[in-house]
Structures are given as structure tokens and as C-alpha cells.
């Protein structure tokens, strides 16, 4: 069993992407042996009103409930935003929210930021950061929005110390810094980004956070399976029972979904 908690459906403004339906994305989870997926909606990133994204993704994907895990987006600067929160977490029972401020205009220590996760952590879900979709050095030059800067998170789990965190895509965690900001048993880190072998970047968070931080993310579509599968596969030099850990369990229990 493989659940997978960093993946997109959609169109991408800067960048053609394949497998970014429901359909076709379901066809690479096949052929790459991974069951579940955490998706969120690009179209909810990129449209004036990000709702209309969380209903294209609620429509996409409740056909396959067995598959997708729908994450709602929320964009706290449009008018609105409330209700649509409560429509995607109480109405279509989605499970995490995330927020995209580097694209959406506001900071997570803003006027707009505090109010979004002081909602998000009054519904008990989590909520997911993505640190980047593309790397700054590939970037479309009308893609200006800036990578998130650790700080700013360690900063949003202070202020919010019942709020869990999903962090995707993200480079730079230093595991001593999350235990200080409270982050220890309420954070589940992706290793899309992170290494296993080279730097050892996963085993030192490990070791700091205990191995039920640490999620399998692929980041498709916008990157190849194959690296996060080859991460996985490198976790079987771990203790015993990491690997199913990593693969799926931790995902299930932070998310309080079965595997």
C-alpha cells in the first residue's frame, strides 16, 4: 500500500502537464503501484475565485473515493472564503485544506493569513503547505510568486498551537527547529524534495521528529514517480516497520482515513 500526499490535478498556467485528470492520473498511480492520493486543485490556485477549483476537484474525484483524498483550497483575501471553507469541509467532508499565499497575495502572519489557519484549526483538519510547485530557475518570467521561507512557518505553529501541518515540496527543514516551534506529532513531511541516502535529510528529521513525520510525495504530475519510489524503496535500510510507516500508515493516521 501506497499513499501518496503530494499531487495535483489541473492545468498549470507556465507548464504543460500530463496525467493532470482524474483519468489519466489514476492510470500512472496504476502503472506506478501507489493506491491513494492527496490531491489538490491547480485550477483553485489560479482562478479569481478558488472555490470553482474545489468544486471541479469535488466533482472529479468522487467517483474514485477509494483513490483521491480531495484537498480543498482555500484564498482568505476573497470574499467569500468562510463559506466556501465550511461547504468543502462540512458539506463534501474533505479531509485538509491548504493554502497558497505566495500566490494568493497574503503572508500566514497577516491579517488574512491568521484568520485562515485560526478557522482551518477551529475544523480540526490540517492544513497543507506547499513550499513551491516548480524550481525558481525554470520558472515562467509572469510566475513571480516566491518560494515559502521556513520562518514563515515556524512562525504560523507558534501562533497556532492546535493546527496540524501537512508540508509538501518543501527543502531546508531543520527537524531541532520544528520540535522548538511545538511541530513534534502534529507535522507529516513529504519527501518529494528530501534526500534518504546523499545528505541523509530524511533520517536526521527522523530522528528528530520520530519516523510518523515522514510521508511518501511524488509531486506528480509535475515530477516523475520513479525518484520518490527509488526514496522509498532506500527507507527499507531503516528500522523494521518504517517502510510501511513511510508508505502509508503515517498518512492514514494524520489524516484519520483508512489505508
Known amino acids: 500500500m501506497i499513499i501518496d500526499v503530494n499531487a495535483c490535478l489541473g492545468h498549470y498556467p507556465f507548464r ?3 496525467f493532470n485528470t482524474a483519468e489519466k492520473m489514476l492510470g500512472l498511480m496504476d502503472r506506478n503501484g501507489i493506491d491513494r492520493a492527496l490531491v489538490s ?8 475565485d478558488a472555490h470553482r477549483g474545489n468544486e471541479e476537484l469535488f466533482e472529479d474525484t468522487k467517483s474514485h473515493g477509494s483513490r483521491f483524498i480531495p484537498v480543498a483550497t482555500v484564498n482568505p483575501k476573497y470574499v467569500g472564503w ?3 471553507l465550511a461547504e468543502a469541509v462540512e458539506r463534501w467532508k474533505m479531509k485538509i485544506v491548504t493554502l497558497v499565499p505566495n500566490h494568493h497575495g497574503y503572508s ?4 488574512h493569513g491568521r484568520a485562515a489557519l485560526t478557522r482551518i484549526a477551529q475544523y480540526g483538519v490540517p492544513v497543507m503547505l506547499m513550499q513551491r510547485f516548480e524550481d525558481r530557475r525554470q520558472r515562467h518570467h509572469w510566475d513571480r510568486a516566491e ?5 514563515e512557518l515556524l512562525e504560523a505553529a507558534g501562533a497556532h498551537p492546535t493546527l496540524k501541518f501537512v508540508l ?6 531543520d527537524g531541532q527547529r520544528l520540535v522548538e516551534a511545538g511541530l513534534k506529532g502534529r507535522c507529516l513531511i513529504d519527501f518529494a524534495r528530501t534526500q534518504v541516502v546523499y545528505r541523509k535529510e530524511v533520517p536526521k528529521l527522523i530522528e528528530a521528529l520520530g519516523v ?3 510521508a511518501f510525495g511524488s509531486h506528480m504530475p509535475f515530477d516523475y514517480v520513479g525518484p520518490s519510489l527509488v526514496k522509498l524503496a532506500n527507507v527499507r535500510s531503516l528500522r523494521t516497520g518504517d517502510y510501511e ?10 489524516l484519520e482515513i483508512e489505508g
Open 41 to 48: 486543485s491547480l485550477h483553485a490556485v489560479f482562478y479569481r
Open 82 to 84: 468562510e463559506r466556501d
Open 245 to 254: 510507516k513511510i508508505a502509508w500508515q503515517n498518512a492514514a493516521g494524520f
Open 16 to 18: 504543460s502537464l500530463r
Open 212 to 214: 510518523e513525520a515522514i
Open 147 to 151: 518560494d515559502l521561507q521556513v520562518n
Open 108 to 111: 500566514l502572519a497577516d491579517e
Open 168 to 173: 509538501v515540496n518543501w527543502l531546508g527543514l
